[in-house]
């Protein structure tokens, strides 16, 4: 049960966040559904991967890529050492999640894409690399690298001399970016 706590909540905010400047209370209770053509768990490496259509469905978000990677914490053992976690993936908390190959994030009429995405759950860090590109409504934002830090409800889009940070605002001022819902 533990164990999917952590991951729904972290593939929540994985796909939520990306599109939404300022998400609401994640509701971790919330089932989380994930299909692919293959998984592999290793207690070893301490990790789940989901490989080839990977599909990742909440209440209130979609994500789609090639490959997951669910990297869990070492577990610390009383001489301060680390070492695999006892009870594999169901005593286990999450390190980083990776979302990677074509990544697609639907909330509402709110999308993402982009070739990686990474969520670090200790630091309420989702970051968006690979032509990240968000789009809501008409309205898109894009560059090198957007991150968003969802404890400070702070975004950041950063740009290079190839990619700057483009920003297209509609008219109709439908546009969320930086607006809560």
Known sequence: MKKRLWIGAALLLLGAVAVQAAPDRIDASASTRITADRMVYSEEKQRVIFENNVMVERPD??????????????????????????????????????????????????????????????????????????????????????????????????????????AVFTGSGSHSFGRRQ
């Open 61 to 166: 978000m979609k994500l789609r890529a090639g490959r997951l990677t669910v990297y869990l914490k070492p577990k610390k053992m009383p001489d301060g050492s680390e070492g695999v976690i006892p009870g594999g993936m169901e005593n286990a908390e999450i390190d980083r999640i990776v979302a990677e190959q074509n990544v697609r994030m639907e909330h509402g009429d709110r999308r993402g894409t982009c070739s990686v995405a990474t969520y670090v759950p200790s630091r309420e860090l989702l970051t968006m690399e690979g032509n990240p590109v968000l789009t809501d409504g008409e309205s898109t934002l894009s560059g090198k690298i957007v991150r968003y830090y969802a404890a400070e409800r702070r975004s950041e889009v950063v740009g290079d001399g190839k990619k700057r940070v483009e």
